[in-house]
């Protein structure tokens, strides 16, 4: 009787497990069985999974049944190719954020653990994923703009819906026509031929990419632009038509802006990459450099392409010992105002007193190393930027008095000056520099 219980015991076993979906806990530390097709996380009380994308290859792009009419950044439909990988089943949402971010505030209308976080930039998604991998070993990322339309596009299993999962928006998507001009909690609506909820509509979803123009031809793996202005944004939301809810369109914003109906949905790579904490522990994560007399110390920043940036901008005391200048007072204050000729006589010195292959760092690479709070001065905010175009705009247009343009002049070292008509004329010679200027090792 004892080994009939027995027997019975691990037959029931082994038909719940062959029923039940194959899962991997956040405990796993960086090791994906290649069998797995759901990946279970668990960050706190907060669930979510990862869907397993097979490789395939696809026409990406303004396709025949994604257009009604012709839209040039959707063009030309192109080949692409890509490896497996895995892609959140749901956006990333609020429950989530605050569980991973820990009281990090988010300025949001909306307060339902169950919706998809939004009012967050791109490099607020960086850091996002940065403790996210801390806490799970696993090297999470924003997906790039072709697994995002592979993904939503039904990926293998593809049935060539114009949206994710259908013809119709309203089955699987929220945009205006449906939304109420609000967002809604994750997983309502029917998912797409790959289980995947809300890749049309709800809110827009940032990627990986730096916006370019497509070309002919076939692409492997491709990661977008090298460099630009602009971040993708893909998947339309709750404040667009249906029209422009199709899956091929493409957005694009300043990766510092942030808009109450743009969100995230983390991907996975595979083969397993290193995390950002093993990138860590492989390479110094302070350099002391010495140019000229002085040592510079540079703090690394972690991510897809790891860089050295200085923890203080350029100011006077390294400007006048690289430059060999007498000392003067102020050597804390930072140096702005300089024409493009003068930074790269600078630099140049830089490099001949190091010996290394130092540059001035991009505004993205700056504002990544103040989201990680890697540098002690952040630059110019985008917000005091725009305040200050709008002030010195309606000084010269009204001639009101300079104070206020004054404020915001004196932020990035341009000069005002009263003329006789009397009219306020703000000096941004071109030929000069205004911003503060970081060094950088890449």
Not at 35 to 45: A, C, K, M, N
Not at 121 to 145: A, H, K, V, Y
Not at 205 to 216: A, H, N, V
Request: aromatic share 10%.
């Amino acid at each position: 009787m004892k080994q009939k219980y027995t027997l019975f015991v691990v037959w029931l076993c082994a038909c719940f497990w062959g029923l039940c979906p194959q899962m991997v806990c956040a405990k796993s530390k960086n090791s994906i069985p290649d069998s797995l097709q759901v990946l279970h996380f668990q960050v706190g009380d907060v669930e979510f999974n990862m869907q397993r994308v097979e490789g395939g290859v696809f026409v990406m792009g303004g396709t025949r049944e994604q257009h009604r009419e012709r839209i040039a950044s959707d063009l030309p439909a192109h080949t692409v190719s890509l490896d497996a990988y895995y892609i959140a089943t749901t956006e990333v949402t609020q429950a989530l954020w605050q569980a991973v971010m820990k009281g990090w505030y988010v300025s949001d209308e909306w307060n339902t653990p169950s919706q998809p976080i939004t009012d967050v930039n791109w490099f607020d998604c960086q850091e996002f994923i940065r403790r996210l991998d801390s806490i799970t070993g696993m090297p999470f990322r924003l997906p790039t703009e072709a697994e995002w339309e592979f993904a939503a596009r039904g990926g293998n299993k593809s049935k060539g819906y114009r949206f994710a999962g259908s013809d119709r928006v309203e089955d699987v998507g929220w945009s205006l026509s449906n939304a109420g001009f609000r967002k809604h909690s994750v997983g309502e609506k029917k998912p797409n031929e790959l289980g995947l909820y809300d890749m049309t509509g709800n809110v827009s979803e940032w990627c990986s990419d730096w916006y370019g123009m497509y070309y002919l031809g076939t692409e492997k793996n491709p990661k977008g632009a090298q460099e630009g202005e602009l971040k993708i944004v893909r998947g339309g939301s709750f404040d667009n038509c249906k029209e422009n809810s199709h899956l091929s369109r493409r957005e694009y914003y300043a990766p510092l802006q942030s808009m109450n109906y743009c969100g995230l949905r983390l991907a996975l790579s595979l083969p397993n990459e290193p995390t950002l904490q093993q990138i860590e522990e492989e390479k110094d994560v302070v350099k002391k450099l010495k140019i000229k007399n002085l040592r510079v110390k540079f703090r690394l920043v972690p991510g897809d392409t790891a860089y050295y940036i200085s923890e203080a901008p350029v100011n006077y005391r390294i400007w006048q010992k690289v430059n060999e200048q007498s000392a003067e007072e102020g050597w804390s204050q930072v140096v702005v105002d300089k024409t493009d000729g003068e930074w790269n006589e600078f630099l140049e010195r830089c490099r001949k007193w190091s010996g290394e292959g130092i540059d001035f760092a991009t505004e993205d690479e700056v504002n990544q190393a103040v989201m990680m709070g890697l540098t002690s001065q952040p630059l110019l905010k985008a917000k005091k930027q725009k305040r200050w175009e709008k002030d010195t705009r309606s000084i010269q247009r009204h001639r009101r008095t300079a104070s206020k343009a004054q404020k915001w002049a004196d932020l990035v070292g341009v000069k005002i000056k009263t003329t006789e008509d009397p009219t306020l004329q703000l000096y941004t010679n071109q030929a000069k520099n205004p911003s503060p200027k970081w060094l950088v090792l890449r």
